[in-house]
């Protein structure tokens, strides 16, 4: 997968966790809500690696990152039903 590939599917898992957390009704679990805000912070310091280190190695960083917003997703969303990996 292309790192563009990478950082628009990044891009639309967030949008689907911000959506998730904004939805009448959602009742988080704490432990999972915990879980999820740690690996976000983690995608975000990645990211932020990857803008300021041209020299790092971008693919493995985002297919990491890509990784960490997929397992927050799965963290707040409903219990396997919408599991994305």
């Not at 690696?49 to 985002?62: D, I, K, Y």
């Not at 990491?64 to 997703?73: D, Q």
Request: proline letters at 1%.
């Amino acid at each position: 997968m292309a790192e563009y590939e990478r950082i628009s599917e990044i891009k639309s898992i967030s949008e689907d966790i911000m959506r998730t957390l904004l939805q009448d009704g959602f009742q988080e679990d704490s432990k999972k809500l915990k879980e999820a805000v740690e690996l976000l912070s983690r995608t975000v310091y990645d990211l932020s690696t990857v803008c300021m280190n041209r020299e790092s190695n971008h693919e493995e960083t985002l297919k990491g990152t890509l990784a960490k917003v997929k397992i927050s997703y799965n963290a707040v969303s409903k219990p396997q039903a919408n599991s994305i990996i």
